[in-house]
Nanobody, 119 residues
Framework: QVQLVESGGGLVQPGGSLRLSCVASGSLFNLRPVGWARQALGKQREFVAQITRGGRTNYADSVKGRFTIARDNAKNTAYLQMNDLKPEDTAVYYC?????????????WGQGTQVTVSS
């Protein structure tokens, strides 16, 4: 089992930055893929970014060049650095992890952290 706890959300002005963190408890975090998804009010949850156990990353087109996903296996933590934030980035952001040795997160989910981009 894996438990995920997100933090770092908040209110930021357009053009600003935030860094989200996701701390994992449970076994063998370093062998799991980790990702971030988001859900805006009234919309479906959508993929944002993911990183494999080997460090390969993938991003949604809407965040490429602005968001960066990273992981620190020694701290059992994943990060999402968000720069040049836009009002359309407003959503609840969820951390997710996948099975060991897979390349796809989505089996385990955190409770989410709210990000609001507004002036």
């Amino acid at each position: 089992q894996v438990q995920l706890v997100e933090s770092g959300g908040g209110l930021v002005q357009p053009g600003g930055s935030l860094r989200l963190s996701c701390v994992a408890s449970g076994s063998l975090f370093n062998l799991r893929p980790v990702g971030w998804a988001r859900q805006a009010l009234g919309k479906q949850r959508e993929f944002v970014a993911q990183i494999t156990r080997g460090g390969r990353t993938n991003y949604a087109d809407s965040v490429k060049g602005r968001f960066t996903i990273a992981r620190d296996n020694a701290k059992n933590t994943a990060y999402l650095q968000m720069n040049d934030l836009k009002p359309e980035d407003t959503a609840v952001y969820y951390c997710t992890a996948g099975p060991m040795f897979s390349d796809s997160p989505g089996d385990y989910w955190g409770q989410g952290t709210q990000v609001t981009v507004s002036s």
